[in-house]
């Protein structure tokens, strides 16, 4: 019985150590006891592939669910700036050009002042003494510049008296509708030093462009007194003033 038992033990003890040799090579099972807990990198594996959230790689770039499309913005609020900015630019434009087109210094906002559209008059005055007083009205629509000073002829006089230089002023008359500029005009020379005097029975005043002695358009004939005016050599102009009291006041 003893001899038995003691074939059984190595029998037995052969085997396991078979099977030991087994598993060393690969080819079985290398512990048959506890099972041991899934790996924590199975765990990260599995919760990195859940559905909806976003997985980070090492080289930074984002995958996942939650991932944007390459090129879409990560700032709501700035992709709406940028989704409006074209509209604002074109309103921009539109607003613009409308102000362009009804600026005070754009074509056809002023014209000449002249013999069509508005009122002239002469009067003699009787202080200074000699001096007659032109008045201008505009009677258009639009603003109107008087430039520089009347061209003033008596009758079939062949010259043209010259404006007194001193009574320049700083800006060109303009005359909004209703309002009206003057000019004054030195008949004849208080101490009769003028020569050539004669009585005139017709005024033509012609009126300027906006350069010297440029055609401002329209002339005006306005009346003279029954009697008629007396000048002479010495008759002058002033340049056109947008105060009566400036125009009569050399």
């Given at each position: 019985?003893?001899?038995?038992?003691?074939?059984?033990?190595?029998?037995?003890?052969?085997?396991?150590?078979?099977?030991?040799?087994?598993?060393?090579?690969?080819?079985?099972?290398?512990d048959e006891g506890a099972s041991q807990p899934a790996s924590s990198s199975s765990t990260d594996s599995a919760q990195q592939t859940k559905p909806g959230t976003a997985s980070v790689s090492s080289s930074g770039s984002t995958s996942g669910a939650d991932a944007k499309p390459a090129g879409t913005s990560s700032n709501p609020a700035k992709d709406t700036?940028?989704?409006?900015?074209?509209?604002?630019?074109?309103?921009?434009?539109?607003?613009?050009?409308?102000?362009?087109?009804?600026?005070?210094?754009?074509?056809?906002?002023?014209?000449?002042?002249?013999?069509?559209n508005t009122k002239?008059?002469?009067?003699?005055?009787?202080?200074?003494?000699?001096?007659?007083?032109?008045?201008?009205?505009?009677?258009?629509?639009?603003?109107?510049?008087?430039?520089?000073?009347?061209?003033?002829?008596?009758?079939?006089?062949?010259?043209?008296?010259?404006?007194?230089?001193?009574?320049?002023?700083?800006a060109v008359t303009s005359l909004a509708p209703g309002e009206s500029g003057y000019a004054g005009v030195l008949l004849s020379a208080a101490d009769g030093s003028g020569a050539?005097?004669?009585?005139?029975?017709?005024?033509?005043?012609?009126?300027?462009?906006?350069?010297?002695?440029?055609?401002?358009g329209a002339s005006a004939?306005?009346?003279l007194p029954a009697k008629g005016v007396?000048?002479?050599s010495s008759l002058a102009v002033t340049y056109w003033q947008q105060d009566r009291d400036d125009a009569l006041s050399w």
């Open positions: 019985m003893h001899i038995r038992r003691t074939r059984h033990l190595l029998a037995v003890t052969a085997l396991a150590a078979l099977a030991l040799t087994a598993c060393n090579n690969g080819t079985g099972v290398q700036a940028g989704s409006t900015g074209t509209g604002s630019g074109s309103g921009t434009g539109k607003s613009t050009g409308k102000g362009s087109g009804t600026s005070t210094g754009s074509t056809g906002s002023r014209v000449l002042c002249n013999g069509s002239v008059t002469a009067q003699p005055v009787a202080r200074p003494l000699n001096h007659m007083l032109i008045t201008v009205t505009n009677t258009g629509g639009k603003l109107c510049d008087l430039t520089y000073w009347p061209v003033v002829r008596f009758d079939q006089m062949q010259w043209v008296p010259q404006a007194t230089e001193e009574t320049q002023p700083q050539g005097g004669a009585t005139a029975k017709k005024l033509t005043v012609a009126f300027q462009g906006y350069t010297p002695n440029s055609d401002g004939t306005p009346s007396y000048y002479d």
